[in-house]
């Protein structure tokens, strides 16, 4: 569910939508997201000092919490 609220949210976002992929890398207690993006829209990821990316990674927490787990959210290159 993490990984498609992510990627719903990040596609809303940038300008080149299909060039998003998010890549979930599942541990016994936590989720790492990948995010992967074109390199003219990694700013409009972050936003203003990490505000749109501190966003995000607040929902992605929460939905993570309802399942008992911690999530991450990493912007790759």
Known sequence: MEKELVEFLVRSLVDKPDEVSVNMVEGEKTR????????????????????????????????????GKKASLEILD
């Open 32 to 67: 790492v997201l990948e995010l992967h993006v074109a390199q003219d829209d990694i700013g409009k990821v972050i936003g203003k000092q990490g505000r749109i990316a501190k966003a995000i990674r607040t929902i992605l927490s929460a939905c993570a919490t309802k399942d």
